[in-house]
C-alpha cells in the first residue's frame, strides 16, 4: 500500500521572503530607535541647559576635585595654621605681617610685584626664577615624576621619607640645599635669599588631593607649609582682567562664535544618529563554536617555557618570573603600585627575615647566566611568595 504524496502548491500562490526586508526591519528596530532618540534628546537638553562644570583648579586650596589641594589646607587648619587663599598680588600685600608665600601659578600675576613682597617662599614650577627665586637654575630635561627618597638633611624631608616627586630639577645653589635628587639635579632646593628663606620644589603633584595619601607626600607638604607662620596660598585668578583675555574687549572664542552653533551641532549629532540606525544591520544570534581542542593552561606555560629554552631566551624568561611575582607581593605587602625597588626588598626581608641582598638579588638582580641558576631563581622567588602567603 502506498502513502499519499502531498499536493502541489496552487499555481499562482506566492512564496515568504527569506532575507529581511525594509517592512520588517523597521518594525524591529523602530522602538530602539525611538528609545535612542530619547536618550539623545535628554543628553543634550542636560548639556545646553544645564550648569556647566566647575573647571578643575591645581593646588587650588578651595578645590575638592582631584588636582586640587582642599585636603592638605584642612590638614593645615587642623594644626592651627592660618591659610588665606588670595588671587592677586595686592591681596596678598594687605595681609601684611611675617608670612609664608606659596605660589604655584604665576600666568596671571605681577611677577615683579610677587619678587617684591617679604618673607618666605614655597614656589612650585612652572615660574620665573629670576625674579622669584634668585640663584636657583632648572636644568633643561625634565625629570618624570616618581616615587623619590630625600637623600638629604633638611629636617622637613628626612621626617617625610620618599614622596612622589619630579617635574623640574634644578641646580643646587651656593650655600642651599638640594633633596628628592635625580640624575639631572635636584627636585627640591631650599636657599637663603634676601626676603627670607626660598624654598623651590620641581612640581607640586604630590600636594594634591589625588596624591596626598600616598607615601611621605602629606608629611612633606604640612612640613613645608607648617613653619609657624600664617600662610598665604596665592592662586590663580577666576576671572582675570579683560587685557588678558584673547579677542576684542576681553571677549574669549566662545563668545565670538553664532548663538546657533550649538544647535547646528545638536541637530548634526541627531543625524548622524538616525543615519547610523538607518544603515546599520540587525545582528542575529551569537553562534558558539566547539572548540576542536581544549588547551590546558599548564600545557601552554610549558610549551612557551620550552621556547624560552630553545632560544636560551633566560634574560626574559627571569624578567617574566620577576614581574609575575611582583604583581603577587606588592599588594600582599600593603604597598603602592609605585613603590620602588628599595621598599619592596626592605617590605620583605622584615617580614620573611631573609637576607635583603639576596631578596635583592632575586627580585631586581642581573639574569641568571645558565638554566641551573634560572632554575634556583625561580625556585627562591617561590619560596619567598610561600613566606609571604604564610604571614
Known amino acids: 500500500m502506498t502513502t499519499p504524496q502531498e499536493a502541489p502548491p496552487a499555481a499562482g500562490s506566492g512564496s515568504a521572503p527569506t ?28 548639556t545646553l541647559l544645564g550648569p556647566e562644570p566647575r573647571q578643575e583648579r591645581f593646588l587650588d586650596p578651595d578645590d575638592t576635585s582631584l588636582r586640587g589641594s582642599k585636603a592638605l589646607a584642612e590638614l593645615l587648619r587642623v594644626r592651627g595654621v592660618t591659610v588665606d587663599r588670595v588671587d592677586s598680588v595686592e591681596k596678598a600685600r594687605a595681609l601684611g605681617g611675617d608670612r ?10 605681577a611677577t615683579d610685584q610677587l619678587a617684591d613682597l617679604p618673607g618666605d617662599r614655597l614656589l612650585v614650577g612652572p615660574f620665573d626664577l629670576e625674579q622669584l627665586g634668585p640663584g636657583v637654575e632648572p636644568v633643561p630635561e625634565p625629570v618624570r615624576e616618581r616615587s623619590r627618597a630625600p637623600e638629604c638633611a633638611l629636617p622637613a624631608a ?36 634676601p626676603t627670607g628663606t626660598t624654598t623651590v620644589v620641581g612640581s607640586g603633584s604630590f600636594m594634591t588631593n589625588l596624591r596626598l595619601a600616598e607615601d611621605g607626600n602629606a608629611a612633606l607638604a604640612i612640613n613645608l607649609l607648617d613653619t609657624g607662620k600664617p600662610v598665604t596660598w ?15 574687549d576681553g571677549r574669549s572664542l566662545y563668545d565670538l562664535m553664532p548663538a546657533g552653533v550649538g544647535w547646528s551641532l545638536l541637530m548634526a549629532v541627531v543625524t548622524v544618529v538616525l543615519v547610523a540606525f538607518w544603515r546599520g544591520r540587525r545582528l542575529g544570534p551569537v553562534v558558539v563554536e566547539r572548540l576542536p581542542v581544549v588547551v590546558r593552561a599548564a600545557e601552554t606555560v ?38 620602588s625597588g628599595h621598599e619592596v626588598v626592605a617590605a620583605i626581608a622584615a617580614r620573611t627575615d631573609e637576607d635583603p641582598r639576596q631578596v635583592g638579588d ?16 625561580a625556585g627562591y622567588v617561590e619560596h619567598i611568595e610561600r613566606k609571604v602567603s604564610e604571614l
Open 234 to 248: 596665592l592662586v590663580r585668578p577666576e576671572a582675570p582682567a579683560p587685557g588678558d583675555l584673547a579677542g576684542a
Open 362 to 377: 632575586a627580585l631586581y638582580g642581573p639574569p641568571p647566566e645558565n638554566d641551573e641558576g634560572l632554575v634556583a631563581l
Open 100 to 109: 609664608l608665600l606659596f605660589a604655584s601659578d604665576t600666568l596671571y600675576l
Open 302 to 339: 610549558e610549551g612557551r617555557g620550552r621556547l624560552y629554552r630553545a632560544r636560551k631566551a633566560r634574560a626574559r624568561a627571569a624578567g617574566a618570573l620577576r614581574a609575575g611575582a611582583l604583581d603577587r607581593l606588592i599588594p600582599r605587602l600593603g604597598l603602592g603600585r609605585g613603590a
Open 19 to 46: 532575507s529581511p526586508t525594509l517592512r520588517s526591519m523597521w518594525r524591529g528596530g523602530r522602538l530602539i530607535a525611538l528609545l535612542g532618540l530619547i536618550v539623545v534628546a535628554i543628553a543634550a537638553l542636560t
Open 158 to 193: 628626612v621626617a617625610a621619607g620618599s614622596a612622589f616627586i619630579g617635574g623640574i630639577a634644578f641646580e643646587l645653589p651656593g650655600g642651599g640645599t638640594g633633596c628628592y635628587p635625580s640624575r639631572e639635579g635636584w627636585t627640591l632646593v631650599t636657599h637663603t635669599a
